[in-house]
Structure formats: C-alpha cells, structure tokens
C-alpha cells in the first residue's frame, strides 16, 4: 500500500533551518512528483511546492521562493523540504503529498515550531 | 494568481441531512478540481478528483460536481464520522501547483 512517513517534530530557532523528510514506499517513486503543503495553527492549507521525483524539476509557490529547496533521493525513496531563515510565521504542520494530477496520498504531517 | 472561494464558512446540519459545500474559482480551472476532508490532527483526505471522481474507498454518498469556475460537493447523507472541514482544490497543469480553498467546517447543529 502507498505510504508517505515523514521525519518527526522540530523545534528551531528564528533565522535557523529546518529539514523535513518524506520516505514513499508501495509505489515508483519516480513515476509521481510530491508536493509539499503546509498548515498553520487554526488555518487553512498552503501549497509550498512540486517536484519531479522523475527529473527533479520544481515549482514553488512565489511568497516561498528562495527559502525553500526541495530534493529527492530516489535510491531510497525519500523526498526532503529545507525551509531557511525561518520565522515564527513559519510555525506549522508540513505534509508531502504524492503529486502526479492529484494529490492523492499525505504523509502524516511534521510539526516545525519556530521559538525563540 | 487563482484564488478558490469555498462558502459557507461553516455549516451546521444534523446527522442524516444533506450537505452541499461550495467552491468558486475567481478564473475558469482545469479539470484538476478535488475536494478533500481532514479532521483534527490528521492529514487530509482525498474524496473527489477530477471534480466528479470519488477517490477510491470514498462512499457513494460523496459526490462532486462543476466545471470552469462553479464547483460543488454535495454530501447526501451525513454521517456522524463526516463532520469535519472540507477543502476544495485545483491543480494546474504546468508549471505544477495547487490552489486551496479556504475550507467549510461541517458542523453538528
């Protein structure tokens, strides 16, 4: 069955980076891309950004781009969201999503905390 | 830059009465439409892909509907596990990325 765990809960300092990762299992990784969403305290969801699991090719949402990076690792499944210079707005949940025309399988969700 | 418009916020209904949620693109999308339902502490959930196409698993009480800029979910039936907050959802074709709505929480009254 599709599967998509996430690393666990962070806590960062304001400035700091963090680095979320997503491991899929029962499908080809390669053959989909993953998204990455993210979910304030109480608020709704916000798309952070796509990427080619097949060829690596991004796309991120415009109020993202340039602190964002999104990699994959296909020798063990494994996609990764770095989020740089993170401020306490940053505080949220961040899911990965398998993407090809729909976002159909999430991961569990990572809990990023940005305190000082 | 579209913006998705879901109402109402928040609807009240009781169990066995039928929902009907809301979307509206402020420009014409592509077929890329779903509806998803999460409830507190999880992820969400994928119930209808392609504006009309129930996710597989989902029950045959869910359904969705629309085109171009009008889409709708209508629930026939609400069960107990249903109550929850229910998001709509485009997907552009390329570059690739997702537009939310900003989500109707269905209520027990």
């Known amino acids: 069955q599709v599967q998509l765990v996430q690393s666990g809960a962070e806590v960062k300092k304001p400035g700091a980076s963090v680095k979320v990762s997503c491991k899929a299992s029962?499908?080809?990784?390669?053959?989909?891309?993953i998204s990455w969403v993210r979910q304030a305290p109480g608020q709704g969801l916000e798309w952070m950004g796509w990427?080619?699991?097949?060829?690596?090719?991004?796309n991120f949402a415009q109020k993202l781009q340039g602190r964002v990076t999104l990699t994959t690792d296909t020798s063990t499944s494994t996609a990764y969201m770095e989020l740089r210079s993170l401020r306490s707005d940053d505080t949220a949940v961040y899911y990965c999503?398998?993407?090809?025309?729909?976002?159909?399988?999430w991961g569990q969700g990572t809990l990023v905390t940005v305190s000082s | 830059e579209i913006v998705l418009t879901q109402s109402p916020a928040t609807l009240s209904l009781s169990p066995g009465e039928r929902a009907t949620l809301s979307c509206r693109a402020s420009?014409?999308?592509?077929?890329?439409f779903a509806w998803y339902q999460q409830k507190p502490g999880q992820a969400p959930r994928l119930l209808i892909y392609d504006a009309s196409n129930r996710a597989t698993g989902i029950p045959a009480r869910f359904s969705g509907s629309g085109s171009g800029t009008d889409f709708t979910l209508t629930i026939s039936s609400l069960e107990p596990e249903d109550f929850a907050v229910y998001y709509c959802q485009q997907r552009s074709t390329w570059p690739p990325a997702l537009t939310f709505g900003g989500g109707t929480k269905v209520e027990i009254k």
């Open positions: 420009q014409s999308v592509s077929s890329y």
């Open positions: 999503a398998r993407d090809r025309t729909v976002a159909d399988y």
């Open positions: 990427i080619s699991a097949y060829n690596g090719n991004t």
């Open positions: 029962g499908y080809t990784f390669t053959s989909y891309g």
